[in-house]
């Protein structure tokens, strides 16, 4: 039994989207993990930030210049070892006043660090911006590890 000109189309036709689709899945899939890779290591970096500024009193965050407004930090995924440069994030801190109007506004601040960089991949150049806030309190618990 042999099959005729139109069901051989049909059937390759068929396999050519079949295989079009896998082949844009599996690469939508990769710049999902690649995005995802690069938001967690923005997250590690704020975290990063926001516990080393646990170790300062509220006078010091509030008053002095002991730590950077600005920061940069760089990570070098492997993907791009063969490349000079890898995603390199730029880093603010920004400290306000909390913004309420109860009795202890004095003593506490917003901490609010943020994080950009620009994604160069496949899809282009596409930045991306994270942000991380906090409330840094006079009677906080940096005074545990400070007094006690």
């Keep these: 039994m042999a099959f005729s000109l139109i069901e051989v189309l049909v059937g390759t036709l068929i396999t050519t989207i079949t ?3 896998l082949l844009g899945s599996i690469s939508f899939g990769l710049l999902q ?8 290591r923005a997250t590690q970096i704020m975290l990063e930030k926001m516990e080393g500024l646990r ?3 509220f006078d010091q965050v509030v008053s002095s210049n002991l730590f950077a407004q ?3 930090a760089s990570y070098y995924p492997l993907a791009l ?3 000079s440069e890898g995603i390199t994030y730029y880093g603010q801190f920004t400290i306000t006043d909390p913004g309420t ?3 202890y506004n004095a003593n506490m601040r917003l901490v609010t660090v943020s994080v ?4 160069v991949s496949r899809s282009g150049q596409i930045p991306h911006t994270r942000e991380m806030r906090t409330l840094v309190g ?6 545990y590890s400070f007094y006690n």
């Design 19 to 21: 295989f079009v689709s």
């Design 33 to 40: 993990t690649e995005i995802a890779r690069e938001n967690l």
């Design 55 to 57: 170790l300062y009193t």
């Design 70 to 72: 600005t920061f940069t």
């Design 81 to 83: 070892t063969n490349q």
């Design 101 to 103: 109007s109860a009795d």
């Design 116 to 119: 950009s960089w620009t994604n």
């Design 138 to 143: 006079r009677y906080g618990i940096q005074n």
